[in-house]
């Protein structure tokens, strides 16, 4: 069964303007953390922020920040100001404590960014 | 600290070949993963280990085996490559069972089986 949902497979966005991806999720863990990896060109994967699924507040790092909506099993990355340098693959991912902390991964998002 | 590193970055087997992966952590992590990243289906878990001396099949596990005989390394093995082995490989590490610890990559291995 599909864990992680990313249904946007590419998008667009114009330089500065804000973008939201799509993340949904699945389980019937209590506990969890949400994740939200950035991949470019060059191919390494980069951590860019977490979400547990106690948290009451929705997680913020510099223009990143993530729309937790819990009840709705939705992690939505927001990325403020676009830049160029944002345009890149974005993946969702979600953490099992109890399974040797596995992660699983969406299928990912490409992101351009349009100067 | 270099982190995760692989080794090698890039290689070219026959189907049929065998080789094996490196991945080594300095970081003093417990846990290490094996992934595989193919076009549309983002990163699949292949297998993983929780100490030294451990190891756990994944998601994909067929085809592959693995060994962690030292706690900073985790060795994937292919045995007799296919085709359908063609991939870049990750691995990853993280500290412990902590659901908010992030997982820390390594650059990848593209493998190409001809």
């Known amino acids: 069964a599909q864990k992680i949902t990313q249904t946007q497979p590419g998008m667009f966005v114009q330089e500065k303007e804000a973008v939201t991806l799509d993340c949904t999720y699945d389980?019937?863990?209590?506990?969890?953390?949400l994740f939200w990896y950035k991949q470019p060109s060059s191919g390494e994967m980069i951590f860019l922020i977490y979400?547990?699924?106690?948290?009451?507040q929705n997680a913020t790092e510099g223009r990143y920040s993530l729309n937790f909506q819990k009840a709705r099993k939705s992690a939505n990355l927001v990325i403020s100001a676009s830049q160029l340098g944002d345009s890149a693959m974005y993946f969702c991912?979600?953490?099992?404590?109890?399974?040797?902390?596995?992660?699983?991964f969406g299928t990912g998002t490409s992101l351009t960014v349009i100067p | 600290n270099a982190g995760v590193t692989q080794t090698p970055k890039f290689r070219v087997l026959k189907t049929g070949q065998s080789m094996t992966l490196l991945c080594a952590q300095d970081?003093?992590?417990?846990?290490m993963y094996w992934y595989r990243q193919d076009p549309g289906m983002g990163l699949r878990l292949i297998h993983y280990?929780?100490?030294?001396?451990?190891?756990a099949k994944g998601e994909v596990p067929d085809g592959y085996n693995v060994s962690r005989l030292k706690k900073q390394n985790f060795l994937l093995g292919l045995e007799s490559a296919a085709p359908s082995q063609t991939s870049v490989y990750f691995c990853?590490?993280?500290?412990?069972?902590?659901?908010?610890?992030?997982?820390?990559f390594g650059p990848g291995t593209r493998l190409t089986v001809l």
């Open positions: 991912a979600m953490s099992r404590p109890n399974t040797g902390n596995q992660f699983y």
């Open positions: 389980t019937s863990d209590p506990s969890y953390g």
């Open positions: 979400q547990g699924s106690y948290d009451q």
């Open positions: 970081m003093n992590h417990e846990y």
């Open positions: 280990s929780v100490g030294e001396g451990t190891t």
């Open positions: 990853a590490s993280n500290r412990d069972s902590g659901h908010h610890n992030e997982q820390f």
